[in-house]
């Protein structure tokens, strides 16, 4: 019986190219993201080392981190190398920098721009394959007080009930809102139903002083704002 082919280990590597001492001695930033990946999994297969099984995986997904992060379990499964425990190290690692962006994003704490807004909903809804709709509740001196998914829809829509937009308003005491939701194909064009849900919803802060500040539709890398494009 013939010994297993250790020549892609990680261990027959010189040490500066191993992807956990280099991390040791070079830093998290001189890893490549196929390293850092390789360190999750651990281990490759018998034909691909841990770092080429990572390569692999990323040319899958063009090398976007975010595509990556949308893959499930039983995406991830299909890689020869990749059982159920590395495929759940992988979401899980690529979920913690999702909600730690999302954490930094939350301390600008005061919106001054939609470019402010943007900043802080794109890690939420920026990436996911069906439509949410969020509702950001702000101070008198725009200063986020609470942030709130106030519904999920499928691929091409999702229902917001205005009535619920305006109770929690009135509950945390809120003189400003900005109202928005991602459109998973990628469009950053409003439809008909958001023109009408937007001039809805500023009614109704009219009549409660509670001023509509924006409508954000977002996308991955991009947004669309109804009050940069005059439409507020």
Known sequence: MSEPNNHNSIKTWAEDD?????????????????????????????ELSAVDLAKKILNHVDNDLNSLGRLNVKELCKFKGIGEAKAISIITALELGKRRKDSEAIQLKKITSSTDAFQLLQPLIGDLGHEE????????????????????GGITGTVADVRKIFK???????TAMIIAHNHPSGTLTPSLADKKLTQKVKDGGTLLDIKLLDHIIVTEKNYFSFADEGLL
Do not use: M
């Open 18 to 46: 191993r992807p956990r001492e280099k991390l040791i001695l070079k830093g998290k930033n001189a890893l490549s993201d196929s390293e850092l990946i390789a360190i999750l999994i651990g281990s490759g297969s018998r």
């Open 133 to 152: 709709f969020w509702v950001l509740y702000l101070s008198n001196a725009n200063k986020v007080i609470r942030k709130e998914q106030l519904s999920i």
């Open 168 to 174: 929690t308003a009135l509950e945390q005491s809120a």
